[in-house]
């Protein structure tokens, strides 16, 4: 049982460059997120999906886009990297809506110069 | 915006000793989490307070809550080595639709 795997867990982009990160889960959670992870700031919410086909922004969705067309999958991409997107990211999931406790992945550390 | 602020940002203890940690917050909560995070790893749930709860165990962790204070702390009794980490609490704001909002964090280290 791998819980929550994230790739890559490391990268380096160009300003202008775009990717995508994927976040894999295998415990049939509803629930999938997208953090950022900046020094002294803890964790800030991108974006969300409560379910398959479905996302939602969080507090800071800007330069940002998500897709959940399979429910064990979350991808966040980047179209135009900005070297303010460099930080760490951290896709998490939840059971459900009644469920508090969310499990993490191991984070993709990205550098955008 | 920043839902939770934990208290203090850096802690340094000997092990063996207990390790106190603060967080508090802005609006009206269901309930309150903590999690651990190890340099260079995901966050791991800890223990979750309900708003009705004022005191909740596991192990060796202890948490309360004060609703009326939006406050919450964390004790870790007899701390150890495998202790050292950053620890965060997350809040459930009340309402629908209100998604959990993570503090920024207390950083403990404890010495052998």
């Known amino acids: 049982n791998a819980g929550v795997t994230q790739t890559p867990k490391f990268r380096v982009l160009k300003t202008g460059q775009s990717m995508t990160l994927l976040c894999a889960q295998d415990m049939n959670h509803e629930y999938m997120y997208w953090y950022r992870q900046d020094p002294g700031m803890g964790l800030r919410l991108i974006h969300y999906?409560?379910?398959?086909?479905?996302?939602a922004k969080g507090e800071v969705p800007d330069g940002y886009n998500v897709s959940r067309l399979k429910k064990q999958n979350f991808l966040l991409g980047l179209e135009s990297a900005a070297p303010s997107q460099t930080s760490v990211y951290f896709c998490a999931s939840k059971e459900s809506a009644g469920i508090e406790k969310l499990f993490f992945g191991s984070g993709t550390q990205l550098s955008v110069l | 915006s920043q839902q939770g602020e934990e208290d203090p940002q850096a802690l340094s203890i000997q092990e063996g000793e207990n390790a106190t940690m603060n967080c508090s917050y802005k609006?009206?909560?269901?309930?309150l989490q903590w999690y651990r995070q190890n340099s260079g790893r995901g966050l791991v749930h800890l223990i979750l307070i309900r708003s009705n709860e004022r005191e909740k165990h596991s192990g060796r962790l202890r948490v309360t809550l004060d609703t009326s204070k939006k406050s919450s702390s964390l004790l870790i009794t007899a701390s150890r080595a495998a202790d050292t980490a950053s620890y965060f609490c997350?809040?459930?704001?009340?309402?629908?639709?209100?998604?959990?909002?993570f503090g920024s964090g207390t950083q403990l280290t404890v010495l052998p």
């Open positions: 999906s409560v379910g398959e086909g479905t996302t």
């Open positions: 997350a809040t459930t704001p009340s309402g629908s639709a209100r998604q959990l909002t």
């Open positions: 609006t009206s909560i269901n309930n």
